[in-house]
């Protein structure tokens, strides 16, 4: 059988009940919806949204958030089902172990690498900036060599040495006066009277994960905290730009809502319709990080009630969030002003009397993205946690901290993986890579509910996904055709990606598989 060897659930449950030993059981319903929260909150919202509502989407960006949260909303009904029913720390890479067979688990498992790990390396390169820059602003320069990866990507696919354009007096970063972009070319730095300074290491970046690892190894209750308080500070700060942001909309800035199609000189198109299609995956960033809860799994007092409570109402809170913060948005400004790093800065900066946000939004941003961070490092181990149980990947990952009741070995492995990347990587290339590899999961989930349900329908599901085969089939459309719509460059790393992963399987893997080896 081998690659298509199938777990029983009876033997997943019996499993995620005996694990109770092993990780410590301490998180309820409100901590799971706040590591939802956490997971949710970030990067997405706080640069992406500029870039759709610029690039693609005019005010309509927030018909992109609704799209994209509902093809979400299809995918974390599945997710809450299967979650409900074979609670293991394994998430999407259990659920298709159950239902598609060992080739599938490890495809996802691999493809979830990119989502956690990845996504934990890009984020905290977002916060980085973020971070430099409310450090800047209270006058203390991180030196630019120690605030950049040596490396970059520009256009797309180039990488080159990454520098950073600094004021020579004060060692200031200086960006163009008109975009407030960084500067794309040594030339215009120079120019402009800037000191061209090349990235050594992404300091910033490569602390907060070694901050964070020696946090989830500490406990995941511990975490958990941390978690909550740091979600406090980003959901108060969103709701206070879009509170105070309300008065000060100008309607004017909505008109036309879709702005006019037009043909970029590439012969690409932006705007329209069309453009609100194309922000849909751009802005499905956002959204990833629900499914997180589902990794908590064997550290839930009560899994078969709480997962779908934690991811449910964790997307359902961003959801709405997200669409009233992209209306203030393009409501403050101009659409096309917001294709900058700090969109929502961008925003703020358009009506003077709310400057007194501007730095409430830092503090948001920093808070927001750091939880985001978080709560990937600390889904990611618990995947590979439940991969070594089974066989498919070496013992040491399965490893737990005899006083932290944590897969310690496994954070730090997935710790210092994520800090490499992150200080020394250029990470424009893998951008797309993380939704790409998300969006791989979802629709495997959405098929494997239904495939179960057909299988096995007597099997007790705490949580029924509605309208099933409806549902699973909207959610799995929704996103093979976001997936389908990502550029071919990410493709072709995706087939890459899966090249490697599925050698890594045939070479060692599938020898050393628990299943396989009781079948032989
Ligand atoms: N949803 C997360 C973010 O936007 C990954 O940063």
């Known amino acids: ?36 929260i956490g997971a949710i909150i970030g990067a997405g919202i ?15 960006v927030s018909l992109s958030f609704v799209l994209a949260g509902l093809a979400c909303l299809f995918a974390g009904l599945c997710y809450a089902e299967f979650a409900s029913m074979i609670p293991i720390a394994g998430s999407a890479y259990t659920y298709s172990y159950a239902t598609m067979g060992e080739g599938v688990a490890w495809f996802i498992g691999w493809n979830l690498v990119l989502e956690y790990l990845f996504a934990a390396s890009t984020v905290s390169v977002g916060w980085s900036g973020y971070f430099s820059a409310m450090l800047a602003e209270a006058g203390i320069h991180i030196p630019a060599a120690f605030a950049s990866a040596p490396l970059t990507v520009i256009n797309g696919h180039q990488v080159v040495r990454a520098f950073t354009c600094v004021d020579p007096a004060t060692g200031a970063t200086i960006v163009d006066a008109v975009s407030h972009m960084a500067y794309t070319t040594r030339d215009a730095c120079s120019a402009a009277g800037g000191s061209v300074v090349n990235g050594i290491i992404n300091l910033p970046a ?40 309300f008065f000060y909309i100008n309607k004017d800035n909505w008109t036309p809502f879709i702005p006019e199609m037009v043909t ?11 453009g609100v299609l194309r922000a849909a995956p751009v802005v499905f960033f956002a959204y990833i990080g629900f499914d997180a809860v589902s990794t908590a799994a064997q550290e839930a007092k009560n899994p078969q009630r709480d997962l779908p409570i934690g991811m449910i109402a964790s997307l359902l809170i961003c959801t709405v969030l997200y669409i009233l913060m992209s209306l203030v948005m393009t409501g403050l400004a101009p659409f096309a002003k917001l294709g900058v790093a700090h969109p929502v800065s961008a925003a703020i900066a358009e009506v003077p009397q709310l400057k007194w946000l501007e730095n409430l939004v830092n503090i948001g941003a920093v808070a927001g993205l750091s939880s985001v961070v978080l709560v990937m490092l600390m889904g990611q181990p618990r995947i590979f946690y439940t991969m070594a149980k089974d066989g498919l990947l070496p013992p040491i990952f399965g490893r737990v901290h005899p006083k932290y009741k944590t897969p310690s070995a496994s954070s730090w492995i997935v710790g210092l993986i994520a800090l490499t990347i992150a200080g020394f990587f250029p990470l424009g290339l893998l951008g797309e890579l993380v939704s790409g590899g998300t969006l791989a999961a979802f629709a495997t989930v959405c098929i494997g509910v239904w495939v179960l349900r057909v299988r096995s329908p007597e099997l007790p599901r705490p949580f029924r996904t509605p309208m099933v085969p409806l549902v699973p089939i909207i959610g799995a459309f929704a996103t093979l055709y976001m997936m389908w719509q990502l550029p071919a460059l990410t493709w072709k790393l995706l ?9 890594f399987y045939f070479i060692y893997g599938k020898s050393h598989s628990v299943i396989g080896r009781s079948e032989s």
Not at 46 to 60: D, E, H, I, Q, S
Not at 215 to 234: F, P
Not at 264 to 273: E, F, L, Q, R
Request: charged share 10%; net charge positive.
């Open 264 to 274: 970029n000189p590439d012969g690409s198109t932006k705007y329209g319709m069309a």
């Open 46 to 60: 706080f640069v992406l949204t500029g870039t759709a509502a610029a690039n693609f989407a005019g005010p309509g």
């Open 495 to 503: 087939i890459g990606w899966t090249v490697i992963g599925m050698s």
């Open 1 to 36: 059988m081998g690659v298509w060897s199938k777990k029983s659930i009876l033997k997943l449950q019996a499993e995620a009940g005996a694990s109770n030993g092993e990780l410590k059981r301490t998180l309820g319903a409100l901590n799971l919806t706040m590591l939802g």
């Open 206 to 245: 490569v602390l907060l994960i070694v901050t964070l690892t020696l946090l989830l190894v500490r406990g995941v209750q511990e975490s958990a905290t941390v978690n909550n308080v740091v979600v406090a500070i980003k959901m108060t700060i969103v709701l206070l730009v879009i509170g105070v942001g």
